[in-house]
T-cell receptor, first 108, second 113 residues
């Protein structure tokens, strides 16, 4: 199987830290990508993990544990503009398979 | 350079009709993937084209088809439309292989009535 599981919704306040989890099935797995999509917009790439550990890009970090088939996206110092849907996607070399997405709502 | 361009942006069709959507990838990109996005279902992979050849296909009925032209532009076609085909159709381009970093167009919002 190639499905990915994410929570459907997460809420947080400005300035807080939020973690969005993603579990995946291991068949043919090469790496895990994260995408952000604002309402009405196109998904945009945030980060990619091929190896275990943490990748940091500014306020956003992504973590992967291949042994646990698990990853997460960590968003720090949340801003109102971070309200969006976030998708994890497994990279199989021949296609990207996306999770169902997590809707993040940031409140003032 | 210009991004991925999808046309039209919005489309309303009636059940039983057929529809063709277009995607122009980033200049130099030769791989185009198509996805269907519906609420609660995330982005579901339809198919991927490279050098005018379909290399990969998702679990969609044969009513969904596509093609790619020599200039890498791609079209997808849905025949005998059903209400459940109402969705946002996204295409993504990459240089040669579907990449961990895909560049998406704004999508075509299809409504079937």
């Amino acid at each position: 199987g190639q499905s990915l599981e994410q929570p459907s919704e997460v809420t947080a306040v400005e300035g807080a830290i939020v973690q969005i989890n993603c579990t995946y099935q291991t068949s043919g797995f090469y790496g895990l990508s994260w995408y952000q999509q604002h309402d009405g917009g196109a998904p945009t790439f945030l980060s990619y993990n091929a190896l275990d550990g943490l990748e940091e890009t500014g306020r956003f970090s992504s973590f992967l544990s291949r042994s646990d088939s698990y990853g997460y996206l960590l968003l720090q110092e949340l801003q109102m503009k971070d309200s969006a849907s976030y998708f994890c996607a497994r990279y199989n070399t021949d296609k990207l398979i996306f999770g169902t997405g997590t809707r993040l709502q940031v409140f003032p | 350079k210009a991004g991925v361009t999808q046309t039209p942006r919005y489309l309303i069709k009636t059940r039983g009709q057929q529809v063709t959507l277009s995607c122009s990838p980033i200049s130099g990109h030769r791989s185009v993937s198509w996805y269907q996005q519906t609420p609660g279902q995330g982005l579901q992979f339809l198919f991927e084209y490279f050098s005018e050849t379909q290399r990969n296909k998702g679990n969609f009925p044969g009513r969904f088809s596509g093609r790619q032209f020599s200039n890498s532009r791609s079209e997808m076609n849905v025949s005998t439309l059903e209400l459940g085909d109402s969705a946002l159709y996204l295409c993504a381009s990459s240089l040669a292989n579907p990449d961990r970093e895909a560049f998406f167009g704004q999508g075509t919002r299809l409504t079937v009535v």
